[in-house]
Structure formats: structure tokens, C-alpha cells
């Protein structure tokens, strides 16, 4: 892993558009500014880790099924009642 | 013109005819599956409400979902703009929402993923699951009893 030292509100770029600016420190917590392109998700590392289990999980916990495998459609979200 | 069929083997429901037409890409996988890209989604008798996402690069791969809102009519996720600009979603009729959930033999502890739902492009195809970072919603909330796990009459 690469390890940089940064002061506060210097940043570091991460390819040509993601940058990743440090806003503050307190103790042992950091804050950090992340301007990324709106196409590019930017999660905490928990959150991805927690869906990444829950995934797993869903797999491990599907049932026996039966009958002929038929293609499912899939529609919109039906239109919220008034 | 006609399609052509193509057949796979499922270990879970077996033999499965289907055209490429009808496969969903996820370009960035699933958390957990990364590298499975090419997906199905089937319908079973034995769980007419779910959506049984099936992988076609791993077909031993095979989550149950649902449409979130026969189980939440409320629910009302707030999609970060990546979701539409990566999937190129312009309205809200463009996409279908799917929700993963946890089959339990109990069926009381069932639960489902709302924190996380798979959005699918109707257009193009294209699907990812969308995290919702920050919101309200869980990765395991349980599902009402109301749904039924295996019933013929949803």
C-alpha cells in the first residue's frame, strides 16, 4: 500500500479526476473531502463490505426451488398512490 | 428475425432456454461477485413473487430478490447520481428496482436488502446494485408477514 503524509487542506489526486482533499483532523478522526465525477460510486468501506456480506448470505440462505425456469419480467416502479 | 436459443444447465432449477436478448450485463458485478457480469432473471413456480437473479458465468450462483414495492409500498429510495449516469438512465420509467432477500426456513425472519437495491436499465440492460450510503434503510430489514414465501396466490 502506498503511504503519503498530508496537512490539512492538501489533497492527493487519484488518476486524473478524483481528488481527495483533507479537511480536518481531530484525534483519531479525519475528515476528507473526495470530488469525484458523478459516475464514479465513493462509499465507506463498511457499507460495501456489509452489502458484499449480505449478498453472500442471500446466496447460502436461497431455497430448493421447483417448476420450469421462465424468463422473469421486470417492470418500473408502479406509480405511487396518490 | 428469430433469436437465437441458447441452453444452460442450472444446478438449482435445471435446464434453462433463454436468448441473449434477455441477459442483464452488470459491468461492475455485485458486492461479493465482482467478476459475474452476464445475469438472468427467472421466475419458478415454487416462488412466484421472487426474482430468482441467476449468473450465467457462475450458474451455481442464484439470489432470490423481489420487487421492493409488493413488500414496502412506502418505500422510496433516494438513487445517488452515479446510478443514473453509469447505468445512462433518464426517467423513471427507464429502470426497474430489485431488492435481494435472506430466505430463512422460518419464514418470519425473512429479510430483505433495502439499503442496497439492484437497478436494472430497461433500455440497455444494464444493472447494478446502488448503495445507499447514509440512508435510512437496511441491509436486513424484515419483511413483513404479509409476504408469502412459497404461496401460489400473490
Known amino acids: ?49 456489509e452489502i458484499r456480506r449480505a449478498n453472500q448470505e442471500a446466496l447460502g440462505a436461497a431455497p430448493a426451488a421447483t417448476g420450469k425456469p421462465e424468463k422473469a419480467t421486470l417492470r418500473p416502479r408502479p406509480k405511487p398512490p396518490r | 428475425m428469430e433469436e437465437e436459443q ?4 442450472l444446478p438449482k432449477f435445471g ?38 437473479l441467476q449468473s450465467l458465468d457462475d450458474p451455481t450462483v442464484a439470489l432470490p430478490a423481489v420487487d421492493p414495492w409488493m413488500v414496502f409500498e412506502n418505500y422510496d429510495p433516494k438513487l445517488p447520481a452515479y446510478a443514473f449516469t453509469s447505468l445512462e438512465i433518464r426517467e423513471a420509467t427507464d429502470f426497474a428496482t430489485l431488492c435481494v432477500i435472506v430466505v430463512t426456513p422460518n419464514a418470519e ?5 433495502l439499503m442496497a437495491p439492484i437497478i436494472v436499465n430497461l433500455r440497455t440492460h444494464k444493472g447494478r446494485q446502488i448503495m445507499l450510503d447514509g440512508s435510512s434503510y437496511s441491509p436486513r430489514e424484515p419483511m413483513p408477514r404479509k409476504m408469502p414465501a412459497s404461496s401460489k396466490s400473490a
Open chain 2, 6 to 9: 441458447l441452453t444452460i444447465d
Open chain 2, 15 to 52: 435446464p434453462c432456454t433463454f436468448t441473449a436478448s434477455e441477459v442483464l450485463e452488470f459491468p461492475w458485478g455485485l458486492p461479493g461477485f465482482a467478476t459475474l457480469h452476464r445475469w438472468l432473471p427467472l421466475n419458478l413456480d415454487s416462488h412466484p413473487t421472487f426474482v430468482w
Open chain 1, 1 to 49: 500500500m502506498l503511504v503519503l503524509s498530508r496537512k490539512i487542506n492538501q489533497s492527493i489526486m487519484i488518476g486524473d479526476d478524483v481528488r481527495i482533499v483533507i479537511v480536518a483532523v481531530d484525534r483519531d478522526q479525519v475528515k476528507l473531502g473526495i470530488e469525484a465525477p458523478r459516475a464514479v460510486p465513493v462509499h465507506r468501506s463498511e457499507v460495501y463490505e
Open chain 2, 109 to 113: 425472519e425473512m429479510t430483505i436488502n
